[in-house]
């Protein structure tokens, strides 16, 4: 069942998002993120910095992109089940910013946000995990005509136990690196953590 944007009376995501054009989406960053490895990915404490700071621009920026906060929703006994600790937001959503939750991997798929991001608004996409919901709604958002930028560093997930081909263990880094050429092949434009002071700004 699709879960509504929750939302501050006085948030008009409309007005938000025509004066600027832009959306900083963020994606599953809540506090399960944030606990010790195989639960929170290996670099969380890093990325969690970098976040700060992407958000930190996003919101002193004039005009301000339209915020939204994605939450995934998790089953009963997950880390992020919802109304328990993990579930929570790292950084709480402000009056004006969006708070949406997902059951799938892709932001759009079951919730509303394709109501509240037109396709020719520009996306700015960070968070959790890299190999399944940035992945997944990265791709999603190019298909749909939005331009989508991605920023090294801003993004992380999990090292990956191998069961085929003689096993072993995949580290997070190279997962992220290998999503990030693909998302890039596919339209997805590659950005460092050096260029975010003038991501929502007039380029």
């Not at 008009?12 to 025509?18: E, K, L, R, V, W």
Request: proline residues 9%.
């Amino acid at each position: 069942m699709p879960s509504p944007i929750s939302q501050h009376p006085r948030t008009d995501a409309h007005s938000i998002i025509t004066a600027s054009r832009r959306v900083l989406l963020l994606l599953d960053i809540q506090q399960s993120m944030l606990q010790p490895p195989p639960v929170g990915v290996p670099s969380s404490l890093a990325v969690r910095a970098n976040l700060a700071l992407v958000l930190a621009h996003a919101r002193a920026s004039y005009p301000p992109p339209l915020i939204v906060h994605v939450r995934n929703t998790g089953d009963a006994g997950d880390a992020d089940a919802p109304h328990t600790p993990g579930w929570e937001l790292i950084f709480p959503a402000r009056p004006a910013e969006l708070v949406l939750d997902k059951r799938k991997n892709n932001a759009f798929a079951g919730t509303r946000l394709g109501a509240v991001v037109p396709p020719d608004a520009e996306i700015v996409v960070a968070g959790f995990q890299t190999d399944y919901s940035i992945r997944a709604t990265c791709s999603d958002a190019l298909r749909r005509g939005n331009e989508v930028l991605l920023i090294r560093g801003a993004h992380a997930t999990h090292d990956r136990i191998e069961v085929l081909h003689g096993g072993g263990v995949t580290p997070a880094a190279r997962i992220e690196a290998e999503i990030e050429a693909e998302l890039e092949e596919a339209g997805v434009h590659l950005l460092d953590m050096k260029d975010v002071p003038g991501i929502f700004t007039d380029r």
